[in-house]
């Protein structure tokens, strides 16, 4: 047997190594002997094994619908954008790019688009997640750099945690945090987001901030740093310029404006002030608002202030969101910057990058940023695009229009792993990747730790790797300079070329990795930048100062917070983000069956009063309507909301839910400093969808209903669906018969025109094929157990009961999807006397894998607990 491959983990920007499973649907473990998460996992990386069956691959080019050779594709890409260029300039072509490709296929990108075709039109979906940070790391310090460490967030003894949940996003970074916690209970962890979450569970406190009050209470805290005498004065007076009028601007701040109490803010002032070692994290509660460099900025102000920044257990620490988003501004990713944090507008920096690669033109000013780049699809000055690695006509903000815009454009171009994306479904080429296991390069985590993908699995079909894919369009365009015979090859040109940045007094250097062969790169550890020729790599940035503003010194920023407006006709805060085992569009967690248990259907979080004063019960659906679309969703009735707040999650997509996607809904209003859209601040209205019939339906068959709501996720045996409608079927068999996809076999209805009721089975060579259960209200019905009779050879009219006997108890909805444990089983098992997440874990073997789920047996103990102490 060969050795196991080491690589990391294709999904958040932690960066965990993982040892890839040996054979054919095997498991994945963790790598014990990674930096970022010696040995630890989360649900997603757990399941990643799960996710390598070609089911839904694209496996070779397309065009226009039909299957073509690589000849036909290539030449017709290249052919069509060189025209473009050619007839309406090279602003004309757009490339949308990603943080989930690897270093290397970045790189070439960004040397075509900018070096080559001469346009600076490439942008990535890092616009969407990180361009808030970026420019605010630029306006503080002079450079794009996150100083810290994962360690210091081990090691503080106050941790605040802005806009991040990290308990779903970040898990085992989150794990690292819970683990020191637990052996220093002295730390301090405070979590700053309007709504409560698996994170906030874990705080000391919980501040339920006023949406975008973050600016509000940062600069409150400033000009309490100063009132009570904790300004370093020595830091600040050798390394800070612009001190004075960012504490103006904070005194004529508005504390109110957080909208939490004066006990509350003390509270906060005391930690953070009280303690020399804070972390203060931030991740899209910060970066996606329309004020979110402010906000970043905001809290830099605070570190630099008082000199934690760059030592042991202290800084400032924007923590990334996807594997690559740290690779992809160092290569120059967004349309506003140049590789190796060179800047687009200094001549020099361009001049010096045109000489090293030695390219006939290169890009003169900033491009288009990524609504504006859509926006300049659907006016027609976009006339051919590509899009790789992502899918905004599900991601970016306005989604309906996005996807109208890219149909629009006269050429459309996506390379993808995925066959069905809803943005394919609007390109005429479409260009099979290799994916996750089959390609090969580098990323860098969020603590600037650079970690080797490598390939364990063969190429499917006529999959490329994105690099050789972009070299050839290159070579095919008549461009010389792409003639790579591997990533390695890229890798060593990129890491040469930071020797430019290093010469500009830059602190991107990879230098110490510019003469790797082959062999040294297959074999290269992790390792954090910078990397010098000689000299220890890695470390922290500015403890003594040394930032990149030309004085080499950084800069406080006035901040003044937003006005908050009222709006009578969209009264609702429509705020979004992440599921803990779903991953953006759902292209690869929503092909497993574990991870699609954890939540299997979109839904909006409403406050309970809210809810009552809009006529909405739990579990009814409701219509989030904003002036630009509408999502039709579950209602999930919680105070974790805020009184005026929604929140939704991002994933749902048209192969999933088509009415329950979030994006149409959202406003496509930017940040005007970093042109990041405000993803969590649109403006919405809430009414109930008044369905005539609500069903639930299990199949042996991928179902695609097209009904008023409908959602499907994959479950152990097949598929499983939410619907509902506005008509009652008068044929209920029939009805079902179209929902579950099946024709034939025998069907047993059990109907109740009286109450509405009606339950269909379908029962095949003597199993269960399809079960179909529809009311007139939500249907009560145990989900995970129908779920689990798919395939059996129950009898249908014990499968139409709808619960489980007591001779298979019903373990309801999973909560840990590494055991599949369910919450019914979690509940018995404390009210049999478990107390702890480790005695639940002794009992039911929930949260003693990956741990991912430790935050929910927690919150579960506690609602127990609470039970116990009212009763
Ligand atoms: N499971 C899972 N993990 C992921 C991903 C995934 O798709 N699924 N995606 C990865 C990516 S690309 C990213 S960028 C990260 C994102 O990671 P996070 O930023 O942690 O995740 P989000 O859920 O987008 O948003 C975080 C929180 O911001 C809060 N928030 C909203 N408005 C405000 C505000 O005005 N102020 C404050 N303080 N908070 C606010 C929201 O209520 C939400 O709980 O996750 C990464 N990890
Ligand atoms: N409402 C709302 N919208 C959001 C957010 C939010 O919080 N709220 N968050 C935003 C953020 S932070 C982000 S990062 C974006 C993410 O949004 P997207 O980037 O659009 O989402 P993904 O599903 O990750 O898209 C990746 C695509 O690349 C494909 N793919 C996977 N591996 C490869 C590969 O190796 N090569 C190629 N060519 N393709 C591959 C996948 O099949 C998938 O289609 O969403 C943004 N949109
Ligand atoms: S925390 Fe989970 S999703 Fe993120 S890199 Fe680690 S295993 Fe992957
Ligand atoms: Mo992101």
Redesign the pocket.
Known sequence: MTAPTCTTCP???VGCGVIAPQAAGGAVAGDPAHPANFGRLCS?GSALGETLDLEGRLLAPQIAGRDASWEEALDLVAGKFAQAVADHGPDSVALYVSGQLLTEDYYVANKLMKGYIGSANIDTNSRL?MASSVAGHKRAFGTDTVPGTYEDLEEADVLVL?????A???PVLFQRVAAAKAARPQMKVIN????R?ATSDLADLHLA?R??G?AALFNGLLAEIADRGAVNAAYVSAHVNGFDTALAAARASDPRDTGLTADELAAFHDLWIGSEKVVTVY????NQ?ACGTDKVNAILNCHLATGRIGRPGMGPFSVT??PNAMGGREVGGLANMLANHLDIENEAHRAALQGFWNSPTMAAKPGLKAVDLFRACADGRIKALWVISTNPAVSLPEAEAVAEAIRSVPFTVASDITAATDTNACCDVLLPATGWGEKSGTVTNSERRISRQRPFLPAPGAARPDWAILCDVAGRMGFEGFDYADESEIFAEYAASTALARDFGKDLDLTGLAGLSKAEYDALAPVQWPVPETGAPGGRFFAQGGFFHPDGKARMLPITPPAHGEDTHYPFRL?T????????TMTRTGKTARLSSHLAEPFAEIHPEDAIAHGIHDADLVDVTSPTGTARVRALLTTRVQRGAI?LPMHWTASFSAPGKANPAVAGVTDPVSGQPAL?GSRARISRFAAAWYGFAVSVNRMQPDRPYWAVARCAGGWRAEVAGLKTPADWEAEARRLLGLSGGTATLLEDPATGTARVAIEENGRIAGLFFAARQPVAVARSHAARLLGSETSPLKALAGRAGSDRPDPGATVCSCFEVGINTLKLAIQDGATTVASLGERTCAGTNCGSCKPELQALIDAGLQKVAAE
Do not use: A, E, M
């Open positions: 999904y958040c920007g997603k997640c802005v806009g991040s949940n990290l779903w996003c970040h700053v987001d309007p709504r979450t901030i949406p975008d973050d991740s899209q509660g910060v608002s969101g996807q705020n983000g992440r599921i803990r085992d779903q991953w953006h929140f969590k």
